[in-house]
């Protein structure tokens, strides 16, 4: 397998994590959004969005973080991503959900990168926008898992619904958001980066280098 990554990416995060809690190993082509090389030739012939991730399964290439989770999931069962039961897989989905498609694209770089070019916003304005909807997104998901005590998002071992959260609140940090009004989400992001799995999917484990694709 080929997987297209950028390491800041919150997308490509989930996908890190998922390979490393899977035990998979593949080639990994680093893709920079700083320098444009998701706008090149050769990665929209590979992904015609221009987004990352992208991973080359051998049969065929599939972009969406949550898709290629769910592929690797269903084509490498052990550990498995999500409950068994189907209330509670449709629970962790949406969860998982919640982040990648109410809070993510809100945030994402494109986007703030429209804000402060087309839309001529300042920086303090920009912040203003991404910490609003950030505090839209984790609020509600502080209030739905705080009625369990779980050491995970749903039960004792790591599901999709922690690989979303995780990189998410890794954004929050880096655009300053104050992460004490969500004492839950903080404690499991705290036993998620108790294994190794998250540890080395960590934006800061990576080393990125221009890409030629």
Not at 169 to 192: H, V
Request: proline share 8%; aromatic share 8%; with cysteine.
């Amino acid at each position: 397998m080929k997987f297209y990554d950028y390491g800041r990416s919150s997308a490509a995060y989930r996908v890190r994590i998922a390979l490393r809690l899977k035990g998979l190993s593949c080639e990994t082509i680093p893709i920079s959004l700083l320098d444009g090389t998701q706008n090149s030739a050769g990665y929209r012939y590979v992904n015609p969005t221009g987004l990352v991730p992208s991973l080359d399964t051998g049969h065929g290439i599939l972009g969406q973080s949550l898709a290629i989770i769910e592929y690797l999931d269903e084509s490498h069962p052990e550990p498995p991503l999500l409950p068994a039961m189907p209330f509670a897989r449709a629970r962790c989905r949406a969860l998982a959900l919640q982040v990648a498609c109410d809070i993510h694209p809100l945030n994402n770089l494109r986007v703030l990168n429209y804000l402060t070019g087309e839309l001529e916003m300042g920086e303090e304005q920009k912040n203003r926008w991404y910490h609003h909807w950030l505090k839209q997104g984790l609020g509600p998901l502080e209030q739905q898992l705080s009625g369990n005590d779980s050491r995970y998002c749903c039960g004792d071992t790591p599901t999709l619904a922690d690989i979303c959260l995780v990189p998410q609140l890794y954004n929050a940090r880096r655009f300053k958001l104050d992460l004490a009004p969500y004492p839950r989400l903080n404690a499991i992001e705290q036993a998620c980066h108790q294994l190794e799995a998250f540890r080395l999917a960590h934006p800061d484990q990576q080393r990125q280098i221009p890409s030629k694709t």
